[in-house]
C-alpha cells in the first residue's frame, strides 16, 4: 500500500496562463500532504505543507498567491501556478503522511515546462 | 534548522561490489532518518528508514547504520546491481517536515 499518484505528468504552458497539478493518495488517507520542487540534479525543495481542511503551511520564499494549494479531502491536493513564468518551470512532487506515521509516500512527479 | 550533508555527491561502482553513502545532520532532536531512491524522471521511493533508537537496520541488500553521538548515518548497498543505478537522497526530521541531503548519484558498471 502508500501509492501516490499525480496528474498530469508531463504539462507544457505559455507564460501568463495558469496550471493545475493533482495529487492523490490511491490507498491510503493522507492528513497532510507536502509539494516539492526539484531543479535538475538538485535536491528536493520543500514549497508547502497542507493539512486536510486547513491552510497551507509555505516555506519561507515560496509565493502563496503564486502557488495555490488546496487539500479538500484526505485523499486528493492539488497545487495551481498561478501567471506561469519560465522560471517556474521544474519538477513539481507531491507527497503524502498517514495520521500516526513518520514516512512520506511521494507522488511520480510532473514536469511542468513553462514557454 | 535542520541541515543535511551528503557524501559523496557521484560513486561508481562495479556490479556486485558495496556501495557507501553517508550522511550528517546538525539537530539533534531528528529522531527518523528515512533513505530515497530517485529514478530518472520519477519521484523519490522510500528504501528503507531508520528511527533513532536503534542503531542498525538491514533488509537484503540493503542496510543503514545511525551514530546518534556523532550525528551521521549511512546507507550501505551489498552486491550491487545494476537496476541500483540511481540518484539516492537521505533525510532527516524531528517533527513533520522531512530535511534531504543533496543526493547521490550512483552508478553501478556492469
Given at each position: 500500500?502508500?501509492?501516490?499518484?499525480?496528474?498530469?505528468?508531463?504539462?507544457?504552458?505559455?507564460?501568463?496562463?495558469?496550471?493545475?497539478?493533482?495529487?492523490r493518495?490511491?490507498?491510503?488517507?493522507?492528513?497532510?500532504?507536502?509539494?516539492?520542487?526539484?531543479?535538475?540534479?538538485?535536491?528536493?525543495?520543500?514549497?508547502?505543507t497542507?493539512?486536510?481542511?486547513?491552510?497551507?503551511?509555505?516555506?519561507?520564499?515560496v509565493?502563496?498567491?503564486?502557488?495555490?494549494?488546496?487539500?479538500?479531502?484526505?485523499?486528493?491536493?492539488?497545487?495551481?501556478?498561478?501567471?506561469?513564468?519560465?522560471?517556474?518551470?521544474?519538477?513539481?512532487?507531491?507527497?503524502?503522511?498517514?495520521?500516526?506515521?513518520?514516512?512520506?509516500?511521494?507522488?511520480?512527479?510532473?514536469?511542468?515546462?513553462?514557454? | 534548522?535542520?541541515?543535511?550533508?551528503?557524501?559523496?555527491?557521484t560513486?561508481?561502482?562495479?556490479e556486485?561490489?558495496?556501495?557507501?553513502?553517508?550522511?550528517?545532520?546538525?539537530?539533534?532532536?531528528?529522531?527518523?532518518?528515512p533513505?530515497?531512491?530517485?529514478?530518472l524522471?520519477?519521484?523519490p521511493?522510500l528504501?528503507?528508514?531508520?528511527?533513532?533508537?536503534?542503531?542498525?537496520?538491514?533488509?537484503?541488500?540493503?542496510?543503514?547504520?545511525?551514530?546518534?553521538t556523532?550525528?551521521?548515518?549511512?546507507?550501505?548497498?551489498?552486491?550491487?546491481?545494476?537496476?541500483?543505478?540511481?540518484?539516492?537522497?537521505?533525510?532527516?526530521?524531528?517533527?513533520?517536515?522531512?530535511?534531504?541531503?543533496?543526493?547521490?548519484?550512483?552508478?553501478?558498471?556492469?
Open positions: 500500500g502508500a501509492v501516490v499518484s499525480q496528474h498530469p505528468s508531463r504539462v507544457i504552458c505559455k507564460s501568463g496562463t495558469s496550471v493545475k497539478i493533482e495529487c493518495s490511491l490507498d491510503f488517507q493522507a492528513t497532510t500532504m507536502f509539494w516539492y520542487r526539484q531543479f535538475p540534479k538538485q535536491s528536493l525543495m520543500l514549497m508547502a497542507s493539512n486536510e481542511g486547513s491552510k497551507a503551511t509555505y516555506e519561507q520564499g509565493e502563496k498567491d503564486k502557488f495555490l494549494i488546496n487539500h479538500a479531502s484526505l485523499t486528493l491536493s492539488t497545487l495551481t501556478v498561478t501567471s506561469a513564468h519560465p522560471e517556474d518551470s521544474s519538477f513539481y512532487i507531491c507527497s503524502g503522511k498517514k495520521t500516526g506515521e513518520r514516512e512520506q509516500y511521494f507522488g511520480p512527479g510532473t514536469r511542468l515546462t513553462v514557454t | 534548522g535542520e541541515n543535511v550533508e551528503q557524501h559523496p555527491s560513486l561508481s561502482v562495479q556486485g561490489d558495496s556501495a557507501v553513502i553517508k550522511c550528517t545532520y546538525s539537530d539533534s532532536a531528528s529522531n527518523y532518518f533513505w530515497y531512491k530517485q529514478e524522471g520519477k519521484g521511493q528504501i528503507i528508514d531508520i528511527r533513532s533508537n536503534v542503531g542498525e537496520k538491514k533488509d537484503q541488500r540493503i542496510a543503514v547504520t545511525l551514530n546518534k556523532a550525528k551521521h548515518f549511512s546507507l550501505h548497498i551489498t552486491e550491487t546491481q545494476p537496476e541500483d543505478s540511481a540518484v539516492y537522497f537521505c533525510a532527516a526530521t524531528g517533527a513533520n517536515n522531512l530535511f534531504f541531503g543533496t543526493g547521490t548519484r550512483l552508478t553501478v558498471i556492469p
